[in-house]
């Protein structure tokens, strides 16, 4: 798993010279955990689909899955958003936007 994380970091470093993704590689691709596994994957799609500008998004969207998750769990009993949300943010990727748009957050 780790060779595959330093395999997408050459990646970033072989095809492209913009020095805010190489930052981005640098600071936040680096390790092993959950964070660090989902920017390695966040960045290697953006720079492999030419689309280096979706980064952005796909970090906003793992904070705000991460922060409802919190929100979710800090509720004790009252999980009304626990069937909406994956189990884990890497999981979200791809999963379809808008559903269960009616439920809100108590």
Known sequence: EEE?????LEMVH???GDPSLLGFAEHFCKGEG????FCQSALYECITHDK???????IFL???LQ????????QGGRQSTA???PSSP???????AGAGSSDTIR
Do not use: C, I, V
């Open 67 to 74: 922060a409802l998750r919190e929100a979710a769990t800090s």
């Open 14 to 16: 072989t095809f492209s």
């Open 52 to 58: 280096p500008a979706m980064l952005q998004a796909h």
């Open 90 to 96: 890497s999981s979200a990727h791809g999963a379809g």
């Open 62 to 64: 793992y904070t705000t």
């Open 83 to 85: 069937g909406l949300l």
């Open 34 to 37: 959950e964070f660090a596994t």
């Open 4 to 8: 595959e994380g330093e395999d997408k």
